[in-house]
């Protein structure tokens, strides 16, 4: 297991170098000196501009100092746009405002979900599980901007209105556990309803396939009840795809969700990343880019193992 | 049809040995398994261990063992489907592990195989004729104007209907699949097959029924088969000699003649015992294997079968028995069987 | 052509079409791609998308508005600009100049018209004096008249134009007083367009790629499978803006090439990873040894034998592809890195947020962009999942 | 911290009985630990302002660092200039600040002479010894106009004080080359006579510069903050203003609180009408009735605490505003309808029901699109070229893009000087005026300048910004501009790559706006003063020595009816040539919940969230 480990971050090194020099090459595209200047700069304080931000060095070099950094944990380069604040700064800053919503949303639509789904697998064909899945499908052809549009609008404002006092916040963040509901809840609930279509879909065609199988045939001609049957038998074997699932988006959790955080005026990780590639706040982009690909390549592996923890038949090689 | 065959090839075969068909020296195929920090090879399966053999022109040499001993992957070896870790296969004395691919592709057409499972041996997007056209084009085995004819007399030849020509696979029973596998194999008009367990898939009605199919046509086309199967039965109707296998080695190859009455490595008779037997004279010899079959990462050191072994000794465990020559084409690898 | 006719022959495909909803869902793309194919031959042009057809935000289905609005309708557009036209020293130029929508002013003389212009400023100045029209019942009459005035000024519409004025009013303009209708078709088009090309080079290269990669394995698979990995670390979203925002020479011009870019990056690993998947899967099949023993050569077996058997899961894939570029136009539109110069349902979604829709009750450019774009989606989803019942029912 | 969200209200706990179970089991559920806190809320209640910030917010509170007009509001509360302007009186009239009194000004008008309080202590802030704030001095201020100089600072504002005080831009010249930049360093034309008092001699008299004092880019600001915080300095600012800077949440939200150890500053008192019975000022009587004066003669500042929350997007923050969770608001134009009757721009019933009213500013705005006069098609000054561009005005319909994009309410004026500064047009419009649309006329002049129904002319490239509306106006302008056969190639670019091209002068074409600085048209005028070309302000590259030698002139005078002529000619100048088309301003409409008082909105200075406080009605 050890060994696997090791040897998958080693195979895992050339792809993380491609990945910072496909992003910095990217970047690299566009010229943010003129943007942070404002219009009255001249010739000299450009080339000045260039010099301090380090934008004239050779391109290895800047990639070197870059690899560096992230070996090192050093995120201590100054963002461009917000002049005393480092991107490590900005990353702890941003990272748990995304992961209060994301965490929350997450488990919600994976709980939510997964009884959904096997309340449609269990029902195979029958009334319900189409009344299910249609509405799953309904629920995903509509895009997300529309819920956040009318979810701000309809769930905020309206039901504030109707209620004589705000009971979601309209717009805005505050930190701390007791004002969690009131300014998360909502943009929890939006990214819920919006992806647990995907979700139920998926888990519920797991649990098809697990249904279908012999041991369910098996259980159940030994007596076991269904609810039995469908809570320790079929959930269990389901796991492996659930994990994958779910550890497959955890690093996503990260990113958090743009279109959410602008709308909700959470300062998370995606409002950040955002506008810091709006300006072309280079360091704050690359290095998080970096540290999201680091966590990506980190959880394809732990999903490797939990693998070989929960099913016996995977074994790691 | 076949009567008028079987008719013209009936002639006893000539008195002195026609020169070896196939032969199979020293050929060995470890599949390795990877591990450790680096993914390097840290254990080797013995799939096939130092084989040698010989099949005659016109002859069928089956091979028997139990599932895992190596027997496919010794005929995917020889029609080189898998790379030999080393030995040679020679086909009518060319090496062909030392020919370029190119020249291999052109040899195959000499040699051809006949799959396992019929589901899957056939392309789910080809029908019949697709299949068969696409072979005798690759090797241009006729004129282009003479390629429809010649799927029909190979469609006719393996007994399928010719209106099943535009048919999809899916469309077709599991023996009549078999009998397109067989088709395509000898589309090219091959002198050696290789039937890699051919009916193990099919009921046991339609498997007399291929399996009959298969005899026809080696009188008729004077065919060389190797014929890989688990069924004793099976070999011992349809094969002229056997090569029983186990853990990778060659226990014993005999010819298949009275095979009760030869058989005399203790695998075989386990074999040979553990099938039900219509004769009535053999009832009473019931041999039931203890033991486990050894990991095939790990064999013993001495005879591989000493595990399970009923009349192993103390030498078993240390030496590998050699594979001695008892006289008539047949051998044997075990201590404890006395040269006659 | 026949090996195309045979797939579509096969069981599969008759199952897909014994599947009622399915076959409802490929009768509405029918619909949207034959609209499509009719604003690409030139039935919308988007000079017709941008033109100002009526009022500001008026309301689809030609609904009553309130007094206030009907004030705002009668004096803002069309009043002016007669007034305005009039007032030229080339007055019959200026006049025949005077358009909104198929709308053109009547062909009296200039006295005429200056008359029923003068009436209209009476009455307008008369309504001024009111606080509030919205509450102000008695101003109704006042208020009716001066419609009637500036109906005058309109030559009246016979025919097709106005049928087309009607058209274009049907689920009422946007903020600019555009056609909603109008637009809501015209970005048929382009989601269909961008759905398509996204899609169909996605699943090509993805398809190539992963049955190399599955196929030949060594290298090749390494090599692949390193790139992908790649690509799909790279959280998505700064994939494509940064992709987008590289590849955009930002004229607005209609070249869709930055969104085909930025999705075309990174669309095509699903299907890469799916299809690989697969060719290890059809490589341990016998007919693939078959065809090894045959002596076919490695290219000959991938395309005749590997890649058609992976066809039921380009198609699933495409159809999902489909799906995600046009939703994800959407969002890339509403962040200002994708369509530009033209209507689509993003920017249109985009629009109605910017200009106060949703918050002023006024749902018709919000609602037509979501509920044309639900139905596609909708209808593409439906047919996928018929799809993977009919092809790949083990499909999770 | 828990004392700033809505939950603080006192009426919470009280109210939820009146409403449904199924309400009331809704706040319950959600609300429970938010319910725990009301209780110690109740008993004192601090005076917290709930304000909006239209944009993700400034990116440095660092004065020099900034240029916009919310880097101005931020640093308004922590910082104060020398100067700053009489909150209630217009027209603008500007007052000492941290200064005794006015400067005193030389005869030649060319050196001033102030005298600063003695009671302005900095902030208490762990950068000063025992964190005690202390006493701000002569020094202080010179350092803080040196901070301009300092490439290091990455100072924004250089320009205010180009050319202006005596040796200035030779120390800056020497000390950015020098290794070190050295603040000890003397400056000519800055000579301190003692702690309290020094002088600043001008190189010419120019009468920009008492303006420039009272901007936040000059704000005073101790060295001990700068070298105890360094980088971290733009985030930690430390001055003399009324707050005190608690928190920043960035692009979210910043908070202030009342700063303990402001100096004693009352409400400004209630003039009185003057002795002939006309107000003292403009808007007086409205000021009276609003009871603008009920607070005068208290201590500044009269919050306790001001939270700023930053809205990217319009509809969060109309709809907070509308919830009343923020105590006033812009109107977004797009919710201009929905508050108002736009027939006559008042606010409707159904907004004063909520007690809200508003206050219509119409802002020193100039939003224009101006040509590069150095390209060889579109510029030049010759006859052909200049009727080129009055052809291409001539197609221009503002009025269609006021409607379509403002709701209407813009003001459209001729000229580069907006409504309310000497030189502005009488009636917004000059006689020899090339406002379109009027596509006969401008077809004539394309022809007679060579280029009939377009023949023969290149593309037009227009550079404007990425936003949805300004390439919605393009597209407008585009469609107008094939009327006369000009074709137009638009262009949307980021800000960044938009400011990098009028650097480099590759801009054919492009739309920006320019917001004054300070109420003097001279303002707008150096925009197209030759010396200023690219990369400074003059965007348009515009270089006419007649021009020139007027702006000379007019900038070192007093205003005067002889300058009001120059700058009408000047103006007239500017029209005729059409380096520039346009140009509208804006009128903002403010919308102010009845609890905030005293609220005089301004968007030209940002002194007044001291003035403000909140009441509940």
């Known amino acids: 297991m050890f060994a696997y480990i090791i040897r998958k971050l080693v195979y895992n090194i050339p792809v993380y170098l491609a990945i910072v020099l496909l992003v910095m090459i990217l970047l690299r595209q566009r010229d943010p000196v003129a943007g942070l200047l404002g219009k009255n700069a001249d010739a000299k304080d450009y080339a000045a501009k260039k010099q301090e931000l380090g934008l004239n060095r050779p391109f290895l070099i800047q990639y070197g100092d870059l690899l560096r950094s992230i070996f090192t944990f050093q995120f201590d380069e100054e963002s461009w746009t917000q002049p005393g604040v480092t991107v490590g700064e900005k990353l702890v800053e941003a990272v748990p405002r995304s992961l209060a919503l994301t965490v929350p949303a997450l488990v919600l639509t994976s709980l939510i979900s997964i009884v959904v789904a096997m309340i449609s697998a269990f029902n195979r064909g029958r009334f319900l599980d189409k009344l299910l899945v249609f509405l799953a499908v309904l629920g995903m052809s509509i895009s997300f901007l529309v819920y956040i549009i009318f979810g701000q609008y309809f769930g905020a404002y309206q039901l504030s209105q109707w209620l004589g006092r705000p009971v979601f916040s309209i717009h805005g963040y505050e930190p701390g556990l007791v004002n969690w509901a009131y300014y998360m809840l909502l943009p929890v609930l939006i990214s819920v309803i919006v992806s647990m279509g995907y979700d139920t879909r998926f888990y519920r065609a797991v649990m098809v396939e697990e249904t279908q199988r012999d041991y369910i045939t098996t259980a159940r001609a030994k007596g076991a009840t269904r609810g039995k049957v469908m809570f320790v038998h079929m959930l269990r074997n389901a796991m492996i795809p659930i994990i994958t699932r779910i550890m497959i988006t955890l690093p996503f959790l990260v990113t958090g969700s743009i279109l959410l955080e602008q709308f909700f005026g959470i300062p998370g990780m995606g409002y950040v990343l955002l506008s810091a590639i709006r300006n072309n706040d280079f360091p704050v982009v690359e290095t998080f880019t970096a540290v999201f690909a680091g966590l990506f390549i980190l959880s394809i592996i732990a999903t490797d193992i939990l693998y070989a923890l929960f099913d016996p038949r995977v074994r790691l090689q | 049809m076949s009567n008028q065959s079987a008719a013209t090839q009936s002639s006893p075969p000539p008195a002195e040995a026609p020169a070896p068909m196939v032969r199979v020296q020293n050929l060995v195929k470890h599949f390795p398994k990877r591990g450790g920090i680096l993914n390097q090879v840290i254990a080797k399966v013995h799939a096939v261990n130092d084989v040698s053999f010989q099949i005659r022109k016109g002859q069928t040499m089956g091979v028997v063992g139990e599932s895992g001993c190596g027997k496919s992957t010794l005929g995917k070896c020889v029609i080189r489907l898998h790379e030999p870790t080393s030995g040679k296969v020679f086909i009518e004395g060319t090496d062909i592990g030392s020919i370029s691919s190119h020249a291999l592709r052109k040899i195959r057409s000499r040699m051809q195989m006949i799959f396992q499972d019929p589901n899957s041996s056939l392309n789910p997007r080809m029908t019949v004729e697709a299949t068969l056209r696409e072979v005798i084009k690759l090797h241009q085995v006729v004129p282009a104007g003479e390629v429809d004819a010649k799927i029909n007399t190979l469609m006719t030849k393996v007994g399928l209907r010719l209106d099943d020509r535009k048919k999809y696979p899916h469309e077709f029973s599991g023996g009549q699949k078999q009998r397109v596998g067989i088709a395509r194999a000898l589309a090219v008009n091959p002198e050696f097959i290789i039937a890699d367990e051919p009916v193990s898939a099919l009921d046991v009605s339609i498997q007399a029924q291929v399996l009959n199919l298969l005899m026809d046509l080696k009188e008729e086309l004077g065919l060389t088969i190797l014929f890989v199967s688990h069924d004793l039965k099976v070999i011992d109707h349809f094969c002229d000699s056997m090569l029983v296998m186990y853990l990778g080695n060659i226990m014993e190859e005999m010819p298949c003649e009275d095979i009760h009455a030869h058989a005399k490595h203790p695998y075989t008779r386990a074999l040979l015992a553990s099938n039900p037997v219509m004769d009535p004279d053999h009832r009473a010899e019931l041999t039931v294997l203890e033991g486990e079959v050894p990991s095939p990462y790990d064999p013993p050191a001495g005879c591989p079968f000493v595990t399970r072994c009923p009349i192993k000794t103390a030498r078993c465990e240390q030496e590998n028995p050699p594979l001695l020559d008892h006289g008539n084409g047949h051998r044997v690898a075990c201590w404890e069987v006395k040269l006659q | 052509m026949s090996m195309t006719d045979r797939f579509f022959k096969t069981r599969e495909f008759r199952k897909l079409f014994r599947n009622k909803s399915a076959v409802i869902a490929m009768l509405v793309i029918a619909a949207y791609l034959f609209t499509a194919l009719f604003v690409m031959c030139g039935g919308i042009t988007r000079e017709t998308c941008d033109t100002v057809v009526g009022q500001n935000k008026m309301p689809g289905f030609f609904i009553q508005q309130t007094p206030e609005q009907r004030y705002e309708n009668a004096t803002s557009k069309f009043l002016p600009m007669v007034q305005r036209a009039l007032s030229r020293a080339d007055q019959t130029a200026a006049l025949a100049d005077v358009r909104l929508g198929q709308e053109r002013v009547v062909n009296k003389s200039a006295a005429q018209l200056q008359a029923i212009i003068d009436r209209a400023i009476e009455l307008k100045n008369e309504l001024n004096q009111s606080e509030d029209l919205d509450a102000d019942s008695a101003r109704l009459p006042q208020l009716k008249a001066l419609e009637d005035q500036v109906a005058m000024l309109k030559a009246p519409l016979t025919g097709w134009s106005r049928l087309m004025q009607n058209a274009s009013l049907v689920l009422g303009t946007d903020a600019q007083g555009r056609s909603i209708f109008l637009r809501g078709l015209y970005s048929i088009k382009i989601a269909i367009q961008i759905g398509l090309v996204t899609a169909a080079f996605c699943v090509l290269l993805g398809a190539l790629l992963g049955a190399a990669a599955g196929y030949f394995g060594g290298w090749v698979d390494h090599g692949i499978v390193w790139v992908y990995t790649t690509f799909s670390s790279i959280p998505n979203l700064v994939l494509l803006v940064v992709l987008s925002y590289a590849f955009t020479d930002s004229e607005v011009k209609d070249t869709l090439l930055p969104v085909y870019i930025a999705f075309g990056a990174t669309f095509w690993i699903g299907t890469c990873r799916v299809i690989r998947g697969e060719t290890l899967k059809l490589k341990r099949m016998e007919y693939i040894q078959a065809a090894q023993t045959a002596g076919f050569s490695p290219f000959y077996i991938l395309v005749r034998h590997v890649i058609p058997n992976t066809a039921h899961l380009m198609l699933i894939n495409f159809s999902l592809l489909l799906i995600g570029a046009i939703k994800s136009e959407v969002i890339l539109s509403f962040l200002g890195f994708g369509v530009k110069g033209q209507p689509s349902w993003g920017i249109m979604i985009r629009d109605a947020g910017n200009n106060g829709d949703v918050v002023s009750g006024f749902f018709w450019e919000i609602g037509t962009a979501t509920a044309l774009m639900f139905a596609l989606v909708l209808a593409f989803n439906i047919l996928s999942d018929a799809l993977q019942d009919a092809f790949d029912p083990k499909h999770v | 911290m828990k004392l700033d969200c809505w939950r603080t209200e006192p009426h919470v706990p009280l109210r939820c009985l009146r409403h449904s179970f199924l309400q009331t089991f809704l706040i319950c559920l959600l609300l429970v630990p938010g319910l725990l806190e009301c209780k110690q809320v109740m008993a004192d209640q601090p005076i917290v302002l709930r304000l909006p910030m239209p944009t993700a917010g400034p990116n440095s509170l660092d004065p020099v660092r900034g240029s916009s007009q919310y880097d101005n509001i931020a640093c308004g509360y922590v910082y104060e200039s020398l100067l700053e302007y009489e909150y209630l009186k217009r027209p603008f009239e500007l007052k000492p600040c941290l200064l005794e009194s006015m400067p005193e000004v030389s005869e030649d008008g060319k050196t001033f002479r102030f005298k600063l309080r003695e009671d302005i202590y900095f902030h208490d802030d762990p950068c000063f010894p025992d964190g005690k704030g202390r006493r701000l001095v002569t020094d202080d201020v010179f350092y803080s106009l040196k901070r301009m100089a300092d490439n290091g600072n990455q100072p924004k504002a250089w320009w205010l004080m180009k050319d202006t005080i005596v040796g200035f831009d030779d120390y800056r010249e020497q000390q950015n ?441």
């Open chain 4, 177 to 617: 080359a020098a290794e070190d930049f050295d603040y000890d360093a003397p400056v000519e034309g800055m000579v301190k006579i003692s702690d309290y008092e020094f002088e600043i001699v001008l190189a010419q008299p120019f009468y920009r510069f008492i303006y420039t004092l009272a901007m936040f880019q000059t704000a005073v600001l101790p060295h001990e903050a700068v070298d105890y915080y360094k980088e971290k300095f733009s985030k930690h600012p430390v001055g003399t203003g009324p707050f005190l800077m608690q928190r920043w949440d960035f692009g979210a939200k910043l908070v202030f609180v009342r700063n303990p150890s402001y100096r004693t500053m009352l409400y400004p008192a209630d003039p009185g009408l003057n002795k002939d019975g006309s107000a003292p000022y403009t808007g007086y009587k409205e000021d009276v009735e609003l009871g603008f004066y009920k607070d005068a003669g208290k201590r500044l500042p009269l919050a306790d605490k001001v939270i700023l929350t930053m809205f990217a997007e319009n509809q969060p923050m109309w709809l907070k505003f509308l919830n009343r969770e923020l105590d006033y608001s812009r109107v977004p134009a797009e919710n201009f309808p929905q508050a108002f009757i736009k027939r006559r721009q008042k606010l409707r019933q159904s907004f004063k029901d909520m007690g809200i009213r508003a206050v219509p500013l119409p802002l020193l705005d100039f939003i224009y699109n101006g040509f590069n006069m150095e390209d060889p098609v579109f510029g030049g000054y010759d006859d052909k070229s200049k009727w080129l561009r009055q052809a291409i005005s001539l197609t221009y319909d503002l009025e269609e893009i006021n409607q379509a994009h403002y709701q209407g309410i813009n003001l459209i004026y001729d000229g580069p000087i907006p409504n309310g500064m000497d030189g502005h047009p009488e009636g917004h419009q000059v006689a020899n005026n090339y406002r379109g649309p009027n596509i006969p006329r401008a077809k004539k002049l394309l022809a007679k300048a060579g280029y009939p129904d377009g023949k023969g002319l290149p593309e037009l490239v227009f550079y404007t910004s990425r936003q949805p509306a300004s390439v919605e106006m393009a597209m407008m302008s585009k469609r107008n501009m094939a009327k006369i056969g000009v074709k137009m190639d638009v262009r949307s670019v980021d800000f960044a790559t938009l400011s990098e091209n009028l650097r480099k002068k590759t801009c054919p074409f492009f739309g920006l706006a320019w917001g004054s600085d300070y109420p003097d048209a001279e303002n707008n005028l150096q925009l197209f003063y030759g010396p200023f070309k690219s990369p400074m302000s003059n965007n348009f590259n515009y270089d006419r020595a007649e021009y020139n030698e007027l702006y000379e002139k007019v900038r070192v005078m007093q205003p005067s009816p002889e300058r009001s002529a120059m700058y009408a000619k000047m103006r007239d100048m500017i029209i005729e040539d059409v380096p520039v088309i346009g140009a509208m301003a804006r009128t903002r409409f403010y919308l102010i919940h009845s609890r905030l008082k005293n609220f005089k909105p301004e968007e030209t200075f940002s002194n007044w969230p001291k003035y403000l406080t909140v009441q509940e009605p």
